[in-house]
């Protein structure tokens, strides 16, 4: 140990010794050598003005290339860990493998300049530590026994990650660069730099890795919490073991790191129940620039890093240019993640050979670094001959291989796919939707009794609080027949039903254990120990899993998260829900580049769920509207799928729906909240046992009505209350329970039906500049056979709805007479 060697050799007393080592180890990265071209320049600290033997040793170890933050971790455990590896001396890397590496790096992002010219490819020329540092971390995995690694990084690199790290032929780059296939892809794929890859790492030891690196947009952190998603679903997959055998990578801009929220909404999941993937390993290749913007305009402190310091994990700085140094945090952040479970961050501190990108100029901005930039060599140079290993024969044969690649790739006819799917996704299917892919979702109802019974009971001692007794009791009721079925129940059955049938399902929210609106009540609370018990937890023996969790009030992250689970999961139900539906706007990346677009961009199947709650009744523009039209502006390809159950049983029987079909598409469903528990959504619970989920629901009259009105969910019953308050059956009301993808064939038919009618009538509470309305008229025209095709809604507005209970009151009055029309 250096620390115990300095001290031996100290005349100094061992109270000071202390001081300063304590000093150094706590202040000490703050002067650390860890930019190569010197222009992050030593702070000044008072503490660390000290000379001797002591802090010339101290300097030694936390002033070097590599700055370590750890202090500010409240367990005394974990601060010594990273101090004895710190104080320790360092092992013998393995100099050959390294140089190997860094040629590899540079030789190959020069043969893309020279051969490709104009051609954006984000290279990764000033952080080629990035190789053997990703080489070191996956290494240390393979001696841990870990089996898979997920990685997920921007563009910058990503290419040269993908050959030399993931595994891919160097020739399915090349083929990528010549765009081969270009017919392939019309309107959709998606650029090389943001699609996935899987391969095999070959460690040092013999053993393989699997590796995947998840596709990612130009929104350069959306990926974080979908890479933790994957790994916890991968880990679930692998049982007791799964944490010790998937590793999650991370690699970030430092510019992103700093600035883009989704990375403390990430971090912040760490330690959460439910999010947990037994650490994580941050790197931040840091080239101490944002695109043309300086590291003083993209962060208020020193560091990029200095988000992570929230969380109780070690922070290492590295220089770029010390490889020896760069591997050795490498192995420490792995090994630190498998000792305490956290994640860990390296910030790798390079430069950036080129602009932003290789058409950007950026002398323009930054002059001064680019002249010291131009007139450094290549870190291969550097390292040859500092390791005094000759590199001429790894760079010959680095261009042989180059040369072949792309003789290769010129001899690709199809556009290489980068990726092989698991197993598990053999089964299902995406593409256009087609009628042979509806199952039968209906439970005897003996299998409904019984789960009702289920459902209901707990523990002999448990102490259930008095409204939720009440609650369960009526529940029992439900599933008896002896009372109707409300959303909660209807919920609760289909769930259970599911897990029956060895389904697994997930949900994760905000509130969403009990409910934003106390309908759900899954987990039970002693009210005297606060102990919890989930009835669906304990239906059967070998019942299919199930995980039900509030989450931290995080919208993009999370839903990111629940993503990302579905992507590895697709037997399981796997949904997440906003507290009210409007909350999914801050989860709007997530919605717009991966929910949405997976598919089309990178041919990959999601069937995640999202449960929003939408409805117009009173309580404000932010808890009103789910923004309808924002996912149906979304909608095309028969992408995903958007529904609006107007009763429990349909609710029922559209999530057994989605679990059961092999055809994998995102769900959004706007759920109720006043009508989580109004007789008029209610069903009686014969209906749970018959049917399947209806995409329209006609009206129950003869077809003569003149007067069609067509809606989806509350308003509908509304309009039925208010029909019947007035002794009428016209007009007629149809309810469209399936908006996307557009019921044509059933809509058609009930519009023909109506033979006698004049005009039809799209009914909704939103504003006509929001909700269904752009979306249905065109259509509705198309089907109308030239009859009228009219809106009742409100006005267009800014805002989704009024403030006032009152003004929602008289709009709703005015907007349900205007719809049913004179009496």
Not at 242 to 269: K, P, S, W, Y
């Amino acid at each position: 140990m250096i620390r115990e060697q300095a001290i031996a050799e100290s005349a100094v007393p061992a109270d000071v010794q202390e001081k300063i080592w304590d000093s150094f180890r706590r202040w000490g990265y703050l002067q650390a050598n860890v930019d190569p071209l010197g222009d992050l320049e030593p702070a000044p600290v008072a503490e660390l003005e000290v000379s001797g033997p002591d802090a010339d040793a101290a300097r030694r170890v936390y002033c070097g290339t590599v700055g370590a933050e750890f202090m500010h971790m409240p367990d005394p455990a974990r601060r010594q860990w990273v101090q004895h590896r710190m104080e320790a001396e360092a092992a013998e890397p393995d100099r050959p493998r390294i140089l190997d590496l860094l040629v590899k790096a540079e030789i190959f992002e020069q043969v893309l300049q020279t051969r490709y010219l104009g051609t954006k490819r984000y290279s990764l020329e000033g952080e080629a530590a990035l190789l053997p540092l990703l080489d070191s971390i996956l290494n240390a995995a393979s001696e841990r026994g870990a089996e898979k690694a997920m990685l997920a990084m921007s563009h910058r690199g990503r290419l040269n990650v993908m050959v030399h790290i993931v595994g891919r032929a160097a020739a399915e780059v090349f083929a990528r660069f010549e765009d081969v296939d270009p017919r392939s892809t019309l309107g959709s794929g998606d650029v090389k730099y943001h699609i996935g890859a899987t391969g095999d790492f070959r460690a040092a030891n013999g053993r393989s890795l699997s590796m995947h690196l998840v596709s990612n947009p130009s929104h350069l952190e959306a990926v974080d919490p979908v890479l933790m998603g994957r790994t916890r679903a991968k880990q679930t997959r692998s049982g007791e073991t799964g944490r010790h055998g998937v590793v999650a990578i991370a690699m970030h801009g430092d510019a992103a790191f700093a600035g883009q929220g989704i990375c403390a909404e990430t971090l912040n999941l760490s330690g959460v129940p439910g999010f947990n993937v037994g650490g994580s390993i941050h790197i931040i290749v840091n080239n101490l620039i944002g695109f043309t913007t300086t590291p003083k305009e993209t962060g208020s402190t020193r560091f990029s890093s200095d988000l992570a310091k929230r969380l109780p994990v070690p922070i290492f700085h590295v220089n770029a240019e010390d490889p020896d140094a760069v591997v050795r945090v490498g192995r420490m952040a792995l090994d630190y993640r498998y000792e305490f479970g956290t994640p860990v961050v390296i910030d790798l501190i390079g430069y950036r050979k080129h602009g932003h990108s290789e058409v950007d100029d950026p002398t323009i901005t930054q002059p001064l670094r680019y002249r010291k930039i131009e007139a450094h060599p290549p870190i291969w140079q550097i390292y040859s001959e500092k390791s005094g290993i000759d590199a001429q024969r790894l760079v010959k044969q680095a261009h042989e291989e180059l040369d072949a690649a792309q003789a290769e790739a010129k001899e690709i006819e199809e556009r290489p796919e980068m990726r092989r799917l698991p197993k598990y996704w053999g089964q299902y299917l995406g593409g256009r939707y087609e009628e042979s892919y509806e199952v039968d979702t209906a439970v005897p109802q003996e299998t409904i009794a019984a789960l009702g019974q289920s459902l209901t009971t707990y523990p002999g001692g448990f102490h259930i609080h008095a409204k939720v007794k009440k609650l369960l009791e009526q529940r029992l009721e439900m599933a008896q027949g002896k009372r109707a079925l409300d959303f909660g129940m209807a919920e609760a059955l289909a769930f259970g039903s599911l897990l029956l049938e060895g389904v697994p399902v997930r949900l994760s929210g905000q509130d969403s254990r009990r409910g934003t609106f106390n309908q759900r009540h899954a987990a039970l609370i002693d009210v005297e120990t606060e102990e919890e018990y989930l009835p669906l937890q304990h239906l059967k023996e070998n019942q299919g899993w199930c995980e039900i969790f509030n989450s931290p009030l995080s919208e993009a992250a999370v839903l990111g998260f629940e993503y990302g689970f579905s992507r590895d999961y697709p037997e399981a139900l796997v949904m997440w829900e906003a507290q009210f539906g409007d909350f999914a706007n801050g989860a709007q990346i997530i919605i717009d580049q991966f929910i949405a677009a997976s598919e089309d961009k990178w041919r990959l199947l999601s069937a995640v769920v999202m449960l929003l709650p939408h409805g117009y009744e009173g309580q404000g523009p932010e808890h009103s509207s789910a923004r309808i039209e924002r996912f149906l502006e979304l909608a095309a390809r028969d992408n995903m799928q958007i529904c609006q159950p107007s009763t429990a049983a349909q609710y029922f029987h559209l999530l057994r729906r989605q679990a059961l079909r092999k055809w994998k598409k995102p769900l959004v469903v706007f759920t109720p909240k006043s009508m989580l528990r109004n007789p008029a959504a209610s069903s009686p619970v014969s209906e749970l046992s018959e049917g399947r989920f209806r995409v329209v629901i006609p009206d129950s009259g003869d077809g003569t009505a003149q007067r069609v009105l067509l809606c989806t969910g509350k308003i509908g019953h509304e309009l039925m209350a208010e029909r019947k308050r007035r002794g009428q059956n016209q007009p007629a009301i149809v309810f469209i329970e399936q908006l996307y993808p557009f019921p044509e064939a059933e809509i058609a038919a009930e519009m023909d039906r109506y033979t006698n009618a004049r005009e039809f009538v799209w009914v909704q509470e939103e504003p006509g500049n929001m909700g269904a309305r752009q979306f249905m008229i065109p259509r509705l025209e198309r089907l109308a056979h030239g009859r009228a095709v009219l809106s009742v809604n409100r006005s267009d507005s800014a805002s989704p709805s009024t403030g006032s209970a009152k003004a929602h009151e008289m709009e709703q009055k005015t907007l349900i007479a205007l719809a049913l029309g004179a009496q």
